[in-house]
């Protein structure tokens, strides 16, 4: 069983910056990969981030690329998503969650835990 707790979610205004963290126990956080999925209100939840095991690899929504950066602590068995230049449409729900060992990144089917979710409202 694996545990997942998100932080760091809020009331920005448009331009501004965010750090989410996720901190995991229950398993070997080192050896698996993690991601960060979001969902707004009345919209499936939809791939933001990714990070293999190592942080050697990373993955992005080209939504987010160049404004979102995911990063992992495997030390501290935390997971990060620093989010910059957010947008009224980056506002929603966002999950953090552990991949399994094999499969696509991009695919919320492949990854077996989630956290409870934390929310993020940018206003304009």
């Known amino acids: 069983q694996v545990q997942l707790v998100e932080s760091g979610g809020g009331l920005v205004q448009a331009g501004d910056s965010l750090r989410l963290s996720c901190a995991a126990s229950?398993?070997?956080?080192?050896?698996?990969?993690m991601g960060w999925f979001r969902q707004a209100l009345g919209k499936e939840r939809e791939f933001v981030a990714a990070i293999n095991w190592s942080g050697y690899s990373t993955y992005y929504a080209d939504s987010v690329k160049g404004r979102f950066t995911i990063s992992r602590d495997n030390a501290k068995n935390t997971v990060y998503l620093q989010m910059t230049s957010l947008k009224p449409e980056d506002t929603a729900v966002y999950y953090c969650?552990?991949?399994?060992?094999?499969?696509?990144?991009?695919?919320?089917?492949?990854?077996?835990?989630w956290g409870q979710g934390t929310q993020v409202t940018v206003s304009s």
């Open positions: 969650a552990s991949k399994r060992l094999s499969g696509n990144y991009y695919y919320a089917s492949r990854y077996d835990y």
């Open positions: 229950g398993r070997s956080f080192s050896s698996y990969p």
